[in-house]
């Protein structure tokens, strides 16, 4: 039995302006016109603060290719939200500084280029934030 | 609403019993939806998706009118026909749904919050005694963590800047590497300096502040000109925010100079004794 081909994440990074409109636009249009399966979130940011499960279910199983930013961002985006992703078999694509074309043609291949960074501690061995400690997003609006 | 509050999850079905979606169709209906804040998961056969949980679940196709019955099911769950709806409608179909499930609702706030890299960071604690809006703390093992990440000031990168190993990052930063790109030697090198800098300003920005704060109003007293001393105040403000880089409306918006010293005292301490609980 062959292994499954790697979940497909994509991040519109909708609450910030650092993502180049037409590499984020690009690589959407060009996963649509794929036809294959892949989740696209809003803002990974967004997500991490609110420790969405969706992150765990993504970071739990299997190998999973990211559209998103720089790959240390992402790796502990995930990490604070309590999901930390498993260094050899995810693969970050940067679409601040990628064009759209590469990261489709990266994203849509078949094959995994695990590219986390692996530093002095592995993400399982830093502290992950304490539930207690979770508050309300809104109380930061005024 | 909290942080805890389960946001809805919407699925495009395309599957057996739904009519495929046009490739642009399916361009702008993702599209809309992701605008809206909303994530959404497009299923086909030749990859898996995450399953789900116990998130409320919109299922989105063109069902020609035969929406599927829900089954017993363990999580929220509600099927929507399409069919026809332009992709300005999916939003308000989805907003509806999300209202109705008390679902979290987005787009309220910018996510904008320090993200650790505990590859780099070396537990010394400035972010911590730095920080005068208890965005910082420690876990159990006297760790730092970010514990309340909505306190953070939107676009204040200041506490990246005080930081010895370049270990904060902000993922939305205009620049590397507080915006998570690699680390260099020479940004290492900027980042000491940046120390330095506040050290000679004298070894605390906020009794910087505080004593810009005590000139200005002195100022403001022996000058008739109000004007011209608002002018001075303005300027001293702006050497600040373009020192650290920090938002002129966060520097505005600090309290007095009696709780500046008070909250940072505190982080001060907080600091100190979890340095001292270290091994």
């Known amino acids: ?142 | 609403m909290s942080l805890s509050t389960p946001s809805l999850r919407v699925v495009l079905y395309e599957g057996s019993g739904a009519q495929p979606l046009e490739s642009a169709d399916r361009y702008a209906a993702m599209s809309a939806l992701l605008e809206k804040g909303y994530a959404v998961t497009r299923s086909a056969a030749d990859r898996p998706v995450s399953p789900a949980d116990r998130s409320p679940l919109l299922v989105l196709g063109r069902f020609d009118g035969h929406v599927p019955e829900v089954a017993e099911s363990d999580v929220p769950l509600r099927f929507h026909d399409i069919t026809g709806l332009a992709p300005a409608q999916l939003g308000d179909v989805v907003e509806t749904t999300r209202s109705e499930t008390g679902a979290a609702k987005h787009g309220e706030w910018k996510p904008w919050f320090p993200v650790i890299d505990y590859d780099r960071c070396t537990n010394c604690m400035q972010c911590l005694s730095f920080c005068l809006f208890g965005v910082y703390g420690v876990d159990t093992e006297k760790r730092i963590q970010v514990q309340n990440n909505d306190n953070c000031k939107t676009n204040c990168p200041a506490c990246s800047r005080v930081c010895p190993e370049a270990a904060i990052m902000f993922p939305k930063y205009k620049a590397g590497p507080i915006n998570g790109d690699v680390v260099s030697e020479s940004d290492l090198q900027k980042e000491k300096m940046k120390v330095d800098i506040s050290a000679l300003l004298g070894g605390d920005v906020y009794e910087m502040l505080r004593l810009r704060s005590e000139k200005a109003k002195s100022r403001f007293s022996k000058e008739r000109d109000s004007d011209k001393a608002l002018a001075e105040r303005q300027k001293c403000l702006v050497k600040l925010a373009q020192a650290g880089d920090i938002p002129p409306e966060v520097l505005m918006s600090l309290p007095s100079p009696a709780e500046i010293a008070r909250r940072a005292g505190e982080a001060a301490a907080k600091a100190k004794a979890a340095l001292e609980a270290q091994p």
């Open chain 1, 1 to 142: 039995m062959t292994d499954p081909q790697p979940r497909i994440l994509y991040c519109h990074c909708q609450y910030a302006q650092v993502v180049p409109k037409e590499v984020k636009d690009g690589v959407l249009r060009k996963l649509c016109d794929s036809g294959v399966a892949f989740e696209a979130v809003a803002d990974l940011c967004e997500m991490s603060a609110r420790r969405d499960p969706a992150l765990q279910r993504l970071a739990a199983e299997g190998t999973v290719k990211i559209a998103a930013c720089f790959p240390r961002a992402v790796k502990w985006l995930f990490h604070q939200a309590g999901a930390p992703l498993p260094i050899t078999a995810a693969e970050v694509l940067n679409m601040r500084v990628q064009s759209a074309d590469e990261v489709a043609a990266a994203i849509l291949s078949p094959e995994l280029s695990p590219n986390l960074p692996v530093g002095k501690v592995t993400a399982k061995d830093a502290p992950l934030a304490e539930e207690s400690a979770i508050r309300n997003p809104q109380s930061a609006i005024s």
